[in-house]
Antibody, heavy 119, light 107 residues
Framework: QLQLQESGPGLVKPSETLPLTCTVS??????????WGWIRQPPGKGLEWIGS???????YYNPTLKSRVTISVDTSKNQFSLRLNSVTAADTAVYHC???????????WGKGTTVTVSS | DIQMTQSPSSVSASVGDRVTITCQAS??????LAWYQQKPGKAPKLLIY???NLQGGVPSRFSGSGSGTDFTLTISSLQPEDFASYFC?????????FGGGTKVEVK
């Protein structure tokens, strides 16, 4: 069963960049019709889609975050990454990486990593 | 953007009860709808895709229905492990959007 694991800093200062990585295990990031994405959930709130990427590099972002977000894929390492610039307290959340099929149904999730934005 | 409105935001129920959660899209989504279950401190789990298809390994007491803009998740006989939050998600168009969630609580 394919597994995902997020990694990155748990604390980021305001105005800095949040870098997160998702490592794919027990499967290949280059599998046809597998799409990779990031979802976040602020404390006590609902789910927000950040963006998705295919192993070819084609990517789609939430317009509310598009100016600050970059998602990239490294097939040699079987990883994909998120970079969120100019963070504020509103970016404090649990960040999950996900695997979707070609219809964007998210059938595999990482356990999530908690990110706090604070000085 | 397509807005997803879930109701109720919370429901109190007992083991064995039939529970129904609804999700309304702000425009037609052609059946491109998923339901997820989330327990505290855990990642969401896909239950239903394409409005009515049960994900592998999900108990048959869960079912989904609907079309156009109105969709329903039904738990036919609530079990102790079903007390959790449930979210709908549309995949008809970008940006992908989720409903606000429904918490199923012990009555």
């Amino acid at each position: 069963q394919l597994q995902l694991q997020e990694s990155g800093p748990g604390l980021v200062k305001p105005s800095e960049t949040l870098p997160l990585t998702c490592t794919v295990s027990r499967g290949s990031i280059s599998t046809t019709n597998y799409y990779w994405g990031w979802i976040r959930q602020p404390p006590g709130k609902g789910l927000e889609w950040i963006g998705s990427i295919y192993h070819s590099g084609s990517s789609y972002y939430n317009p509310t975050l598009k100016s600050r977000v970059t998602i990239s894929v490294d097939t040699s390492k079987n990883q994909f990454s998120l970079r969120l610039n100019s963070v504020t307290a509103a970016d404090t959340a649990v960040y999950h990486c996900t695997k979707s099929d070609q219809y964007y149904y998210m059938d595999v999730w990482g356990k999530g990593t908690t990110v706090t934005v604070s000085s | 953007d397509i807005q997803m409105t879930q109701s109720p935001s919370s429901v109190s129920a007992s083991v064995g009860d039939r529970v129904t959660i609804t999700c309304q899209a702000s425009q037609g989504i052609n059946g491109w709808l998923a339901w997820y279950q989330q327990k505290p401190g855990k990642a969401p789990k896909l239950l239903i895709y394409a409005a009515s298809n049960l994900q592998g390994g999900v108990p048959s007491r869960f079912s989904g229905s609907g079309s156009g803009t109105d969709f329903t998740l039904t738990i036919s006989s609530l079990q102790p492990e079903d007390f959790a939050s449930y979210f709908c998600q549309q995949t008809n168009s970008f940006p992908l959007t989720f409903g606000g969630g429904t918490k199923v609580e012990v009555k």
